[in-house]
């Protein structure tokens, strides 16, 4: 869960985001050494009384200057690229949960059972309990079990959405007639919350996302809690 004045990402909750926070801070480190690389040479230029005769033709700092960047690319190409195969990849999901976008709410069919579905609507705050969050809870959240992979099939009813979990490290596109999927893996039982990242109207903001992550014997007992009340 973001708190105010946040820096850096959310906790990881899934594989996949350890994984992209390992190569954020790969990648930050590098753009730090650069960029005090860069200040050293600026300030060393601007402060110096000595002048080189030979700055305006020197092969060999131009074979440096040439190769270093190309080395330097490739050290950030090779893990992004690794990454982006991993969250393409899906095998064998335990659960198959489709994530319809309307305007201005998300709903919820588990496939696998026969009549399992339902909306999500954002909770208004005059109807918030203490301990829930202003405009990130949800009257019916997405219950998943933990360490199980889970794939969803993210489509929209009429115009674009995005399906987002920070902490899950998901993204996708919501987009009418057509039909994304996504998966993961929850490392850690808990509630996790995302929001539709991609303006699709007047209340844009009032679609908010809550998954949570239980134990598996938890999620059989609140499936056949559900399946009893459709």
């Known amino acids: 869960m973001a708190h105010p004045s946040q ?51 020197s092969q060999e700092i131009e074979i440096i200057w040439t190769l270093l960047p190309a080395i330097i690319l490739i050290l950030i190409a090779l893990p992004s690229l690794r990454i982006l195969y991993l969250m393409d990849e899906i095998n064998d999901p335990h659960l198959t949960i489709k994530a319809m976008g309307h305007q201005w709410y998300w709903s919820y069919e588990y496939t696998d059972y026969e009549d399992l579905g339902f909306d ?64 993961f893996i929850t490392s850690r039982p808990g509630v996790f919350y995302g929001q539709c990242s991609e303006i699709c109207g007047a209340n844009h903001s009032f679609m908010p996302i809550v998954v949570e992550a239980v134990p598996l ?11 009893q009340d459709a």
């Open 217 to 227: 014997e938890h999620f059989e007992n609140w499936s056949f809690i559900m399946l």
């Open 7 to 57: 820096l850096g990402f959310q906790d990881a909750a899934s594989p996949v985001m350890e994984e992209l926070l390992h190569f954020h801070d790969h990648a930050l480190m590098i753009v730090f050494l650069i960029s005090t690389l860069v200040l050293y040479i600026i300030v060393a230029m601007v402060t110096t009384k000595l002048t080189n005769k030979f700055i305006l033709d």
């Open 120 to 183: 999500s609507y954002m909770v208004p705050t005059q109807d918030l309990t203490p301990g829930q969050f202003r405009l990130l809870e949800t009257d019916h959240r997405m219950v998943i079990p933990v360490e199980s992979p889970i794939r969803v099939l993210v489509s929209a009813e009429d115009v674009l959405h995005s399906w987002a979990v920070p902490s899950l490290g998901v993204k996708m596109d919501a987009v009418p007639g057509r039909l994304n999927q996504t998966a």
